[in-house]
Each structure stands twice: as C-alpha cells, then as structure tokens.
C-alpha cells in the first residue's frame, strides 16, 4: 500500500497528530464514495463472503469511528465538516431510505448489516446532532425503523451480540425509542454475555466450553473490551452499576494486555482496520483513559503498535531512532 500523507509519515505525539490521521483517512476515501454517501466501493476484491450491497456499507460505515469521535471532540473547522463529515450524515439519510437506489436493505439472519449497526450506532451516540437531529423527520423516522430491525433476530452468543446492545442503546439515547420498548432486550443480551466473563477482566467470545475456548481476540481488545468501554461512557444514566463493573474489569485487563506487545507491535492484530478501532476514537478513549487512569504505559503501547505496524520511516517496517528509544524507556 503506497504510504498516506499525514497517516504513513505521522508521529502520533498529540492530539493534533491523531487529527490528522483521521482526517487523512477519510480524504483518501472521498474519491471511493458515491454521491449518496451511503456507499464505499474501494477497486479491488474483497473476498467477503456477504452480499456487495453489505460489503459496500462496510465500506461506508467503518470510518465512522474517525467521524463520530472527530464530531465529538469538536476539533473540526466548518470546512472540514462540510467536506468529510457531512457526506456521511447524507449517506446515512440516504442508505436507510427503502426508496432510495443506494438503500442498505433490511437485516436478514446473522448479516454482516447488524455488524455495521455497531459502528452507525457509535456515530449517533457520539455526534448526534450531526448524524441524526440535522436530519430531516422523514430520514429520522427511516434511520430508527432501519437500527429496528436487527431486532428480533437470530444471534450467535458471541460478541455479536454487543452489536444489538449499541443500537439499542443508540435507539434509546438519540432515536428517542421509549426505553420500554428495548431495554429488556438490553438487558437479556448483557445478562447473557456476563457468562462470558473469565477473571481478571478477560472474557471469552462466547461461553467458555470445550467447543470453544477463546479469549484473546475478538474478547480482546477490539470488540467485547473496546464495546464494554464505549458502553461505560455512553449508557451511565441506563445502567449506573453495570457501567461500574466495565471500568473495573478495564483495569484489571489493562494490567495484562499489555504483555501482547513488544517492539514489533500487537502480535494478534494484523491489519489496519484492528488498528483504527482501537486508537481512532479520539475523544472517547481520552475520555475513558483518563477516567480509569490507566498507565500511561498503556498508551503508548497502543500507540507503538500502530508506529510500528505503519511506520513513519516507510515500508521496511524498522522503527526509527526516536521510536526504538521510547521502547528503551519501558
């Protein structure tokens, strides 16, 4: 991959820097989105094994970590917000609207679409003038009645089902959906990935059995650890006592993840898209850092990951002198 203005050569020191990265992200997918908004279509093969139409809102819906954190923290200049962000509020009127030739479609059994609600959903709760009160009540009404219907179906009992959580939440929160109507359905789906619960802040993705024993990945650091984190940040006011029992277990599991780096970076996490979940939402994980005060060595593990998966030295992958000298310091 030829390296990214702003992304390939960036420091990642300040906040300024994490900016600029995300901005930069999403400029190089400007020329891939359709003029509805609603899709992304990069030029190559995906090898999913979904349908084009989903492929293409995944496409669509996973720089919304970058612009619901950006929103957020309130850092853009109006130009910004007209060439970046807003595409994206026009994508999500456009892709929920059964009328329009760019609609997503309705979720069927297990589709990768309850996947992307997680995403949409982090947007909304994140920048909810943006993505949803701008909007018109028509859109408005399309977007709730989208976000709907992944309810009522069938779920693997895995991480996917904090997908159902976060757009009820979302629902609830920005949508203004009585709490009556989903909560319960809330609660069924926490109460029912509490099971996955090991110890010292580790979960396995899904029931922890002789058919399956996982708990480093998709439990790890960039789906049941990373929900759980948004959720605490996003759900106090719903759930004050569970919101308590995530940011203990953030701790707890902090104090060991970090033995999955070392000076190449996160052994596990081997693509960008890992990457860009754990460090893009800006705001949200300054936020949560701060809250739980998490070391600070913590931080610029993650951060090292990304430096040296991507460094700013170029593609040969060896770290410069000032990034070899910061992994001294541990």
Known sequence: MPPLKDFSNNPFKTHGDFKAAA????????????????RIKLPLSTGTHFDDVAAQLE?????????GALMHSKILSPEEVKDLIEPYARGLANGTDPAHPDYWGPVVVRDQRMVEMEIISFA??????????SQTEQAKTNITDWLKTINGKDFPTTNWLWFRVMTNLALIKVCGVAKEEVLDDMKADLDLMEQFYLADGWAADGIWNDQGR???????SF???????IYAKMA????SERCERFRGRAKEFALTFWRYFDTNGMRHCSHLQDVITVLMPLRCCHSIWSQFNIPL????????HRLCRYPPSGPSGRLGR?????????
């Open 223 to 229: 789906a049941i650890q990373f929900s759980q984190l």
């Open 124 to 133: 909304l709760l994140s920048a909810p003038d943006t993505m949803f009160h």
């Open 214 to 220: 996982q708990a480093d990945y998709y439990s790890g």
């Open 23 to 38: 901005t930069a992200l999403l400029r190089a997918l400007t020329p891939y989105q359709s003029s509805s908004g609603a």
């Open 236 to 239: 106090q006011d719903l759930d």
């Open 59 to 67: 496409g669509y819906a996973r720089p919304l970590w970058a612009v």
């Open 322 to 330: 000032d990034q070899r000298h910061s992994f001294a310091a541990f």
């Open 297 to 304: 060595r913590i931080r610029r593990l993650l951060v090292g």
